[in-house]
């Protein structure tokens, strides 16, 4: 039954709102690295932004590639 969830969820546009999020996300701590990086204070944080931004890249691919594999 949790599976037939999951596909139900991926067939659905909620999938493309999913998407949507963590691209706007990404994007959020990706220009709050790029301001750091600009004044060339890399601090802890401006690390974990650019590392939090590709990964919200990377899932938000992995999201619509698995949405039209499964459609």
Known sequence: MGFSLVIGYLESLTSYYL??????TG?????????????????????YAKFGSYTLFILCVI???THYIII
């Not at 998407?19 to 706007?24: A, D, E, N």
């Open 19 to 24: 998407g949507l999020l963590l691209l706007v």
């Open 27 to 47: 994007l959020i701590l990706r220009f709050r690295y790029y301001v750091a990086y600009q004044n060339r204070l890399l601090t802890r944080d401006a690390k």
């Open 63 to 65: 999201v619509l590639i």
